[in-house]
């Protein structure tokens, strides 16, 4: 140990420019802290919302900037890749968002005091007081940079840090529902406690990856992996304890369980910023994992995500049939979508065929995550006495109280379903002609069977919106604020657009896929 | 000599993993998440003195600052849900399900 102390350290090189994007939103989530401590209640939602806005604007902007300087490379001493896929996802993430947080700003869907017993004397004078926590703003910058930072690790501690980084705010932001606070709760716990329960499984898997190869350096493991001697159960137990990990945070089957509750229980702002970027960047994470740490294993955990593909389409598709809840049948109808994603997974051959596969998740993503934000945003407007209408029979005859809102769900619906022009077809298409290029042939044809199956439930909501009579005393349809109908029309025209000319956003992915991950 | 380490290590892993899935207690249940981070942790230390580089027993210090993290959140979430509906079991928990 005392010849540690005689050489001298280089100090490590850190390349701020190429990490400006995430270092900007961290920042501002700093600086959203010290608003909280230092100024009146009054002001700071005034305060929040701008400095919110105005760092992932920036955050995307320095994102482009990145991205047409050219920057492919393993910054900060090699730990976190600022490669094309990385700076694609960035790119997505920060405009849904900057799209979620129009929703989140948007009106009183937060708790008023997150410590006072529900309806306690405490609550009342909470809420008579007005206002909510504007904690819930430096939260979200907090999530959105561990989600930047959670695609582009490229060590398996950094994407550790960052998964807690990312997961720990939305456990907190979960539970600050200010309508059905008892569900909000239940669902900030079982959120916690399950995912709690399978960092440790990510963590027990970087521990048994770091003991096979002497390193958690991503392209370190995959280079050990070429010499594999007499150390290959090590290999294999990390290897799948940290696929469990993984595939829980993506919600793919049999970790899917927490899921519907979460989304059903959290405030429907925060489930849709979770349902689109934490999906995106859980899917980023999953990629690095798979194809850069343990792509020489491919003939192994090639079979593993076949069956957990197969079993997440079927149970995303089957078991959203018999939901009641519109925001449980979007949740696992987000399952089946990330079963479809997993096709392509596991489409792996070489380079030209990768790349192929790649630029179809990207498209798909960013495509599902306009479509799921407009859709929970339409779902914030339709609302009950007692908060939003969720029950689905509550939603009958829609179409006939507010044709335009129903018009635009049902353009959400469309494009989960894959309808051409929409933008879930491009997606579809792309992700499954990667698959069938792969070699995923049977794969793709229970993915497009289920995708029939799920076309049934989403055509279900269309039948009942347009065709059913409303219901007497159905919900009233709230009259959208500057943000939520700026969400709402941002969302609407990127599905279209996605749908009828996808050509520049599936070159922009093309062109970003190219150069796959860095090693 | 790391073999016995990595067998107390899966031990304790296995005894937290077995924790979570069978007590009713939130705090407890948390307890074994916490039980399973530090069984990493050992493992990481482990491993390090195998490799002989210190990287492993720096990835244990991060960990723990996890932990720590997460303890704060995990307990606020807890705490709120006792005071709530005057019992912390995961059981009672009951409201979403299907």
């Known amino acids: 140990m005392s010849t540690l102390a005689a050489v001298a350290v280089d100090p490590p ?56 300087r050219g920057t492919r490379d393993a910054a900060a001493m090699g730990s976190v890749a600022v490669d094309g896929p990385a700076l694609f996802i960035w790119g997505a993430i920060l405009l849904l968002a900057v799209v979620s947080v129009l929703l989140i700003n948007d009106d009183d869907q937060f708790v008023a005091q997150a410590a006072a017993v529900p309806g306690s004397a405490d609550e009342d004078r909470a809420i008579s007081e007005g206002g909510a926590h504007t904690e819930i703003y430096p939260l979200v910058l907090f999530a959105v940079g561990g989600m930047l930072l959670f695609p582009a690790a490229n060590d398996l501690l950094i994407m550790f840090v960052a998964l807690e980084v990312m997961s720990l705010p939305l456990y907190l932001l979960c539970g600050l529902a200010r309508r059905r606070r008892l569900l909000s709760q239940e669902a900030a716990m079982k959120y916690f406690l399950l995912g709690a329960f399978s960092s440790a499984f990510f963590l027990y898997g970087t521990a048994l990856l770091y003991g096979f190869a002497g390193s958690v350096d ?31 945070k993506i919600g793919a089957a049999p970790f899917q369980a927490w899921k519907p509750d979460v989304y059903q229980g959290a405030p429907t702002p925060i489930t849709a910023l979770m349902a689109s970027g934490t999906l995106i960047a859980a899917f980023g994470a999953l990629l690095r994992v798979f194809w850069v740490a343990l792509g020489n294993l491919d003939t192994e955990w090639i079979p593993v995500l076949w ?126 002609s990667a698959a069938v290029a792969g070699g995923a042939t049977a794969l793709v044809i229970v993915g497009v069977v289920t995708s029939a199956m799920a076309a049934f439930f989403y055509v279900r909501v269309i039948v009942l919106m347009f065709f059913s009579d409303p219901a007497p005393e159905g919900p009233t349809i709230a009259m959208p604020s500057m943000g939520t109908a700026a969400v709402v029309t941002l969302s609407a025209a990127a599905t279209v657009v996605l749908g009828v000319f996808p050509q520049p956003v599936l070159d922009l992915a093309h062109s970003a896929a190219q150069s796959l991950f860095v090693r | 000599m790391t073999t016995h380490y990595l067998v107390l290590s899966a031990l304790l892993f296995a005894i937290g993993g077995i924790g979570v899935l069978v007590r009713r207690n939130a705090i407890v249940v948390f307890m074994c998440v916490e039980l399973m981070l530090n069984a990493c942790n050992l493992a990481f230390v482990a491993f390090a003195r195998q490799h002989g580089n210190l990287q492993g027993q720096i990835i244990a210090f991060f960990v723990m600052v996890v932990a720590a993290a997460e303890v704060v959140v995990g307990l606020a979430i807890i705490v709120t849900i006792f005071r709530t509906r005057r019992s912390a079991s995961v059981d009672d928990a009951n409201l979403l399900k299907y």
């Open chain 1, 13 to 68: 090189k850190i390349e701020y420019a190429e990490l400006s994007p995430m270092l900007l939103v961290f920042g501002a989530a700093i600086a959203g802290v010290l608003v909280e401590a230092f100024t009146p209640r009054y002001l700071r939602k005034s305060i929040q919302v701008p400095i919110t806005i105005v760092s992932l604007i920036g955050a995307f902007v320095l994102t482009v900037w990145l991205g047409l």
């Open chain 1, 218 to 248: 991503l392209a370190a493991i995959a280079k050990s992996l070429g010499s594999v001697a007499g150390q290959d159960s090590l290999l294999f137990m990390g290897a799948a304890t940290l696929a469990v990990g993984v595939l829980f």
């Open chain 1, 307 to 432: 069956a957990v593909a197969i079993l997440t389409m079927v149970v995303g598709a089957v078991l959203a049939i018999t939901q009641t809840d519109i925001k449980r049948m979007l949740a696992y109808s987000s399952i089946a979508h990330t079963g479809f994603l997993l096709t392509a997974v596991v489409a792996t051959g070489n380079a030209g065929q990768n790349a192929g596969a790649l630029s179809g998740i990207l498209f798909y993503l960013l495509a599902y995550g306009f479509a799921t934000v407009g859709a929970f945003a339409v779902v914030t407007m339709v609302r009950d006495a007692g908060g939003e209408a969720g029950h689905l029979s509550r939603w009958a005859g829609l179409g006939k109280r507010s044709p335009v809102l129903a018009g635009i769900f049902t353009l959400f619906l469309l494009a989960f379903a894959g309808i051409p022009l929409t933008s879930g077809f491009f997606g579809k298409y792309a992700v499954f």
